[in-house]
């Protein structure tokens, strides 16, 4: 008998209901589920998470204005990203809504461990806050008053919250930073929450009173728990922290893949929470960075004029797919263009891979008769494919699917090169053709399992 799989359990944000989803979204989401399509290839047991945030006072507003309930609105919203993820192909296990109950549940046992443990208290707040961000930034934090991500202006907020003691775990988490090297990756974003953590941490606010669209506190119902706790806490609702623990035992902790503009959420905030809970941080944070175009970072505006959708009716689903995951490197700002994704699909799908398909099954048939003859495993291919396999197990291990493509494409061009050398379609049946057939043939079927994360409907 086998011995047990090993848990892979991998996680996108969960985006909010008030956006429309955009290629932003788009690209997280893909390589998750790359990476996720990845490890079931390698036998794991493997838990592919996204969702929506639902509750805030942004979602709040947004249904005022459209005259319904915040979860009507919700119900309404959820199903575009749903509709967007099923048209790109993801293979997510569990969708997460913050609205569902499980979650109410989850959050709640959270917020009461970190209150048990004297992480929580009241106190009364004044400060700038961005209604976007759900967060509240300092003067030196903005740029003329305006939040640098969004810019918009800030409001002044002054009421009465429940506070998380961030300040208490600065030791802790540089202890946890320093033993646990490869935390946040890449490196720059690393050294970015260090930074963040080393300038000195402030207590955060954890509740409103202001609203009333979001998960009460256990222990203070005229308080809602700030949206930052309550979406962060998704990835430990899903993998069974409210009521199952096996399930969580073996699931917990998990990897997460987040945008450069939630960094501090992500690697200081919630490993904090998680300390004061008792339970262990995220495994890794997997950082990426902005899609540009024209050099700049696309504005909320801008992004949802693209959607998802409609490049999958221009490029096929695996064409969309094989350009976020190629020409996009997973850590850095990207760069975003239709004349790139036209040129990617044009260079890897048609030209280099439809063109050794295209060959290969033309002159089997001609010269084999339709029958594939066997490879060689000592031919001068059969070691390219060796090397180029290792290259791309250790970058879909490191997140880095560009990586991973440039090894699999590199394959496809060593093998069209040996093609053209050799030139089996003007020679007479027999052996050597065989052989050489047998090669490229193997080089299909392996390039097919490489490829099946990026491109499943095409391998």
């Given at each position: 008998?086998?011995?047990?799989?090993?848990?892979?359990?991998?996680?996108?944000?969960?985006?909010?209901?008030?956006?429309?989803?955009?290629?932003?979204?788009?690209?997280?989401?893909?390589?998750?589920?790359?990476?996720?399509?990845?490890?079931?290839?390698?036998?794991?047991?493997?838990?592919?998470?996204?969702?929506?945030?639902?509750?805030?006072?942004?979602?709040?507003?947004?249904?005022?204005?459209?005259?319904?309930?915040?979860?009507?609105?919700?119900?309404?919203?959820?199903?575009?990203?749903?509709?967007e993820w099923e048209r790109l192909n993801i293979s997510n296990d569990d969708f997460i809504r913050t609205s569902d109950r499980r979650h109410h549940s989850?959050?709640?046992?959270?917020?009461?461990?970190?209150?048990?443990?004297?992480?929580?208290?009241?106190?009364?707040?004044?400060?700038?806050?961005?209604?976007?961000?759900?967060?509240?930034?300092?003067?030196?934090?903005?740029?003329?008053?305006?939040?640098?991500?969004?810019?918009?202006?800030?409001?002044?907020?002054?009421?009465?919250?429940?506070?998380?003691?961030?300040?208490?775990?600065?030791?802790?988490?540089?202890?946890?930073?320093?033993?646990?090297?490869?935390?946040?990756?890449?490196?720059?974003?690393?050294?970015?929450?260090?930074?963040?953590?080393?300038?000195?941490?402030?207590?955060?606010?954890?509740?409103?009173?202001?609203?009333?669209?979001?998960?009460?506190?256990?222990?203070?119902?005229?308080?809602?728990?700030?949206?930052?706790?309550?979406?962060?806490?998704?990835?430990?609702?899903?993998?069974?922290?409210?009521?199952?623990?096996?399930?969580?035992?073996?699931?917990?902790?998990?990897?997460?893949?987040?945008?450069?503009?939630?960094?501090?959420?992500?690697?200081?905030?919630?490993?904090?929470?998680?300390?004061?809970?008792?339970l262990e941080p995220p495994k890794h944070v997997h950082v990426h960075g902005f899609l540009l175009v024209g050099g700049e970072k696309m504005s909320k505006?801008?992004?949802?004029?693209?959607?998802?959708?409609?490049?999958?009716?221009?490029?096929?689903?695996?064409?969309?797919?094989?350009?976020?995951?190629?020409?996009?490197?997973?850590?850095?700002?990207?760069?975003?263009?239709?004349?790139?994704?036209?040129?990617?699909?044009?260079?890897?799908?048609?030209?280099?891979?439809?063109?050794?398909?295209?060959?290969?099954?033309?002159?089997?048939?001609?010269?084999?008769?339709?029958?594939?003859?066997?490879?060689?495993?000592?031919?001068?291919?059969?070691?390219?494919?060796?090397?180029?396999?290792?290259?791309?197990?250790?970058?879909?291990?490191?997140?880095?699917?560009?990586?991973?493509?440039?090894?699999?494409?590199?394959?496809?061009?060593?093998?069209?090169?040996?093609?053209?050398?050799?030139?089996?379609?003007?020679?007479?049946?027999?052996?050597?053709?065989?052989?050489?057939?047998?090669?490229?043939?193997?080089?299909?079927?392996?390039?097919?399992?490489?490829?099946?994360?990026?491109?499943?409907?095409?391998?």
């Open positions: 008998m086998g011995g047990v799989a090993t848990s892979f359990y991998v996680t996108t944000p969960i985006y909010y209901v008030k956006d429309a989803p955009h290629i932003g979204h788009a690209y997280t989401t893909i390589t998750a589920d790359a990476l996720a399509r990845w490890h079931r290839l390698l036998g794991e047991d493997v838990m592919f998470l996204t969702g929506t945030d639902e509750h805030g006072l942004k979602v709040q507003r947004v249904a005022e204005e459209n005259n319904c309930s915040p979860l009507e609105w919700a119900d309404k919203t959820v199903i575009r990203f749903q509709d989850a959050v709640q046992k959270l917020l009461q461990a970190c209150y048990d443990a004297g992480d929580i208290d009241l106190q009364v707040y004044e400060g700038l806050y961005c209604v976007s961000c759900e967060a509240y930034f300092t003067e030196a934090e903005l740029d003329d008053g305006k939040c640098r991500i969004h810019g918009r202006p800030v409001e002044v907020v002054k009421e009465e919250n429940y506070f998380f003691k961030l300040s208490r775990y600065e030791t802790r988490l540089l202890e946890w930073y320093e033993n646990n090297p490869d935390f946040v990756l890449p490196k720059t974003k690393r050294n970015e929450a260090l930074g963040f953590i080393r300038q000195g941490l402030q207590d955060f606010s954890i509740s409103r009173t202001s609203i009333n669209w979001g998960v009460p506190l256990p222990w203070d119902d005229k308080h809602v728990t700030y949206v930052w706790f309550d979406a962060l806490t998704n990835y430990i609702t899903a993998a069974g922290f409210e009521n199952d623990s096996e399930k969580f035992a073996n699931r917990w902790p998990g990897i997460h893949l987040i945008g450069k503009d939630i960094l501090r959420f992500h690697c200081v905030y919630w490993p904090a929470m998680l300390m004061s809970a008792g505006t801008r992004l949802n004029q693209i959607g998802p959708s409609e490049l999958v009716d221009e490029f096929g689903v695996d064409g969309v797919r094989h350009h976020f995951l190629h020409d996009q490197p997973f850590g850095p700002d990207g760069e975003f263009s239709h004349e790139g994704m036209l040129a990617r699909y044009n260079s890897d799908l048609a030209n280099n891979l439809g063109n050794l398909l295209s060959r290969v099954a033309t002159v089997v048939e001609k010269k084999c008769s339709g029958i594939g003859p066997a490879p060689d495993p000592k031919s001068n291919l059969s070691k390219v494919v060796e090397e180029q396999y290792d290259l791309a197990a250790n970058a879909w291990e490191r997140v880095a699917p560009s990586e991973a493509l440039d090894a699999v494409w590199r394959i496809i061009k060593e093998t069209n090169s040996a093609l053209e050398q050799s030139e089996p379609w003007k020679a007479d049946p027999g052996p050597e053709v065989d052989l050489v057939l047998g090669d490229a043939l193997e080089v299909l079927r392996i390039v097919s399992i490489l490829t099946a994360p990026v491109i499943p409907d095409s391998s």
